[in-house]
């Protein structure tokens, strides 16, 4: 089943054991020995300390299993963490040559708060509360760049930038498909398959008249090519499988990245929608710029 069709979970029978709890048990086998550092049973905020120094964090993970089996929570606590040892045997990024550098690196949407604290000072806004960050692709897993880093990185911001985004653009897809009239549905196992919001002609072809696009989560890009009055009946269908995405959590890989309408139109793009989590309303707002587009698409 594809990413847009993913079946929530339904929680399993009977509590399961901390996230935490898990993931000692795991890295023991493994040979490494922690030590937990706040609360033991909340994962979001707990993290594990190695004796080396290495630190685990759960938070991601912890709200994509909410509600799971220990079968379902031990099964991805092992491919998280052996993810993670794999890792360690990757070069830090600022020890990469120049040419090493313009392979791997990724421009990458994240919410603006940043993954477990990382420091994103250095990251280009893309609408309020999203930013563009820049990431390095390795081949079990990916790495967020702080600001430290990058500015310890043998290339210029600007080039990183540049290239990232062509890589990023260069991403495969697993399916991209129009599931109604004007609705489009880009989703793929890459964790930049939502960043493709950044550069939509790359992936949707020419957009004179924009689009309408969202972004729930890191595999998941929808988007309306505005193109005629028919174009407003693909935005609200656009928004009822929007709300239907937000609303569970557990079914957003990552967390919820945007649960926000956005309009994109020559490379400027706006939120035209509010969401009411409490009550699952979203409410199309149109601005100017996206009254305009209407106006001339339909002209």
Do not use: W
Not at 18 to 46: K, Q, Y
Not at 186 to 211: D, H, I, Q, R, W
């Amino acid at each position: 089943m594809g990413l847009f069709g993913r079946k929530k979970r339904e929680p399993g029978p009977g509590a399961a054991p901390s996230l935490v709890v898990l993931a000692r048990r795991v890295l023991a086998e493994r040979g490494v020995e922690t030590t937990v550092e706040g609360p033991a049973d909340d994962p979001s905020a707990a993290r594990l300390r190695g004796s080396d120094g290495q630190v685990y964090l759960f938070g991601n993970l912890a709200g994509m299993l909410e509600g799971a089996d220990t079968a379902t929570q031990e099964a991805a606590v092992r491919r998280h963490l052996d993810a993670m040892l794999a890792s360690r045997s990757d070069p830090a990024a600022e020890d990469m040559s120049p040419d090493e550098l313009r392979q791997r690196i990724r421009l990458r949407l994240l919410a603006e708060r940043g993954p477990d604290g990382i420091d994103l000072s250095y990251a280009r806004p893309f609408v309020p509360g999203v930013v563009a960050a820049l990431c390095v692709d390795f081949p079990t897993t990916v790495a967020t760049l702080s600001a430290e880093t990058v500015h310890r990185l043998p290339l210029g911001i600007d080039e990183l930038f540049a290239i990232g985004q062509l890589n990023s653009d260069d991403e495969p897809v697993d399916q991209q498909s129009e599931v109604a009239p004007g609705f489009v549905v880009v989703e793929g196992e890459s964790l930049f398959t939502a960043s493709k919001a950044v550069n939509l002609p790359a992936v949707l072809g020419a957009l004179p008249y924009g689009a309408v696009i969202a972004i729930p989560h890191r595999h998941l890009l929808l988007a309306v090519p505005i193109r005629d009055a028919d174009s407003l009946t693909a935005v609200n269908t656009l928004a009822g499988a929007l709300v239907q995405l937000v609303s569970d959590p557990r079914g957003a890989p990552g967390g919820v990245l945007s649960d926000r309408l956005l309009f994109a139109r020559d490379g400027e793009v706006s939120i035209v929608s509010s969401f009411d989590p409490e009550s699952g309303a979203m409410r199309i707002e149109v601005d100017e710029r996206f009254q305009e587009a209407l106006e001339q698409a339909m002209a």
